[in-house]
Nanobody, 118 residues
């Protein structure tokens, strides 16, 4: 059974940084594309960043240059390093073992809330 445990969210001031973690069980992060998604208040869930099986990464245009995705195979954990945070980054952040490069799977964790506010 696939389980995902996101953590690391919180309240941060504009311009600040956070590192989100996603501990994965039931599947290894090195054999699947892992994505970070977010759902802002009142909006649809959107893909933020993903890391492919060979370790290639891709981030959305709205976070390019500010967010970085990485993984630790030994810890079976995926990270999202976020810097220069803006109010528009406020959202619940989720990780997901994607079925393909562009398709999220049915597996979702509880998410972790990030609030960017002064």
């Amino acid at each position: 059974q696939v389980q995902l445990a996101e953590s690391g969210g919180g309240l941060v001031q504009p311009g600040g940084s956070l590192r989100l973690s996603c501990v994965v069980s039931g599947i290894h992060v090195s054999i699947v594309t892992m994505g970070w998604f977010r759902q802002p208040p009142g909006k649809e869930r959107e893909l933020v960043a993903r890391i492919g099986i060979p370790g290639n990464t891709d981030v959305g245009d709205s976070v390019k240059g500010r967010f970085t995705i990485s993984r630790d195979n030994a810890k079976n954990t995926v990270y999202l390093q976020m810097s220069s945070l803006e109010a528009k980054d406020t959202a619940i952040y989720y990780c997901n073992p994607m079925g393909a490069w562009t398709t999220p799977s049915i597996y979702w964790g509880q998410g972790t809330l990030v609030v960017v506010s002064s």
